[in-house]
């Protein structure tokens, strides 16, 4: 499978625990994202990277989240002393950067996130 | 702030109907406008629309971008109870920012 692959598929966490995800893209895509979906909602844009560098970070983003890209590859998403709102699904996306329109994202399964 | 605003939120119609999903925005630093389909887990791609007034179909699905007036629509065209899913509309600025989705269902 070559798509966008993310660890763990569900987690259940208490609330103030840290909890960290992890996606791995598809392997030429030189752009990542991360976004958070709720129930009835849209996916919500949180961060992304170019290569192994953060551009772009929203800023309804709190503190307690946190995102690398160590080596322009794989991303970690840490979300600090966790809270009944950030229950979610959160997926990453990877593209390629190509010209002016850009080239479209393309979704991994998502890590299910429930804090109790 | 950049928003994407999808209509009709939710819609149910019978196997072999043609249904159109709006899609409009208002959005700094256009770039492109984006059509996915979301079943049970992550969305798939269906279209990518950069230039006004030009169709891009697939099958029994279409879509059209008017920048001037800053919409888009998906027809589908004969429905099929597969095609029962959110639909989402996505316009690429500084970030790529999704509306709230419309969810068809499609009934026999």
């Known amino acids: 499978d070559t798509g966008v692959s993310q660890n763990p598929r569900h987690k259940i966490t208490k609330r103030g625990q840290n909890v960290t995800f992890r996606c791995d893209p598809i392997?030429?895509?030189?752009?990542l994202y991360w976004y958070r979906q709720t129930l009835g909602q849209g996916p919500e844009f949180l961060t992304y990277f170019q290569n192994e560098a953060q551009l772009e970070k929203s800023r309804l983003l709190s503190d307690r989240f946190s995102a690398e890209r160590p080596k322009g590859s794989f991303s970690t998403l840490e979300i600090q002393r966790t809270e009944q709102g950030d229950s979610a699904m959160y997926l990453c996306?990877?593209?390629?950067?190509?010209?002016?329109?850009?080239?479209?994202?393309?979704f991994g399964n998502g890590t299910r996130l429930t804090v109790t | 702030e950049d928003k994407v605003v999808q209509s009709p939120l939710s819609l149910v119609v019978h196997e072999g109907d043609t249904v159109t999903l709006n899609c409009s925005y208002e959005v700094t630093n256009f770039r492109s406008l984006l059509w996915y389909k979301q079943e049970k887990k992550a969305p798939t791609f269906l279209f990518m629309l950069t230039s006004s007034g030009i169709e891009k179909k697939s099958g029994r699905l279409s879509s059209i971008l008017d920048k001037k007036e800053l919409f888009s629509i998906l027809n589908i065209t004969a429905t099929q109870t597969g095609d029962s899913a959110i639909y989402l509309c996505?316009?690429?600025?500084?970030?790529?920012?999704f509306g709230k989705g419309t969810s068809l269902l499609v009934t026999p």
């Open positions: 996306a990877s593209s390629l950067l190509l010209g002016q329109g850009g080239s479209p994202l393309h």
């Open positions: 996505a316009v690429a600025g500084y970030a790529l920012n």
């Open positions: 392997s030429e895509h030189n752009r």
